[in-house]
């Protein structure tokens, strides 16, 4: 198969598959989707009230 690997990556804390870096997302965007989610919730809250 031709194209790229990924594989001079590492695994990511030593599970994630060599150069898998979309199963890190969570981790790594972490605080953003943690004000993403925050601001829904608000946004939410005061399009109910």
Do not use: T
């Not at 060599?18 to 829904?40: K, T």
């Amino acid at each position: 198969m031709k194209g790229y690997s990924g594989s001079e990556y590492q695994p990511i804390l030593g599970f994630l598959n060599v150069g898998d870096f979309h199963s890190a997302e969570p981790w790594l965007y972490e605080e953003c989707l943690r004000e993403n989610i925050r601001a829904r919730v608000e946004a939410y809250y005061k399009e109910q009230s």
